[in-house]
Nanobody, 123 residues
């Protein structure tokens, strides 16, 4: 499956952005999906994941109650609604497809990766 992330940009602290990840090539609903991010000078880290139906959703503690992951299987698209953004959310955000039965926080659980979209939050 090919993944194309979009929606990044520059926003002030406290603002909102919605990232999208468009999938093509294989059956989108066959895959669990995740969002990861990599801040400058840091390793890539898990942000959020959704199982194939979207009913199971998982978040890293730092984004709980601020970010919402969702998916529209009819549109082959994954979303990440990000509210109350903070400067520490600045990073390149990547979407990924795989099987979260192997552990939703592990990069090894994801087979396909998008190219990343940059989110910059100014203070």
């Amino acid at each position: 499956v090919q993944l194309q992330a979009s929606g990044g940009g520059l926003v002030q602290a406290g603002g909102s952005l919605r990232l999208s990840c468009a999938a093509s090539g294989r059956t989108f609903s066959a895959y669990d999906m995740g969002w990861f991010r990599q801040a400058p000078g840091k390793e890539r880290e898990f942000v959020a994941a959704a199982n194939w139906s979207g009913n199971g959703r998982y978040y890293t503690d730092s984004v709980k109650d601020r970010f919402t992951i969702s998916r529209d299987n009819a549109k082959n698209t994954l979303y990440l609604q990000m509210n109350n953004l903070r400067p520490e959310d600045t990073a390149v955000y990547y979407c990924a497809a795989g099987s979260i039965r192997l552990g939703y926080q592990s990069e090894a659980s994801y087979i396909y990766w998008g190219q990343g979209t940059l989110v910059t939050v100014s203070s």
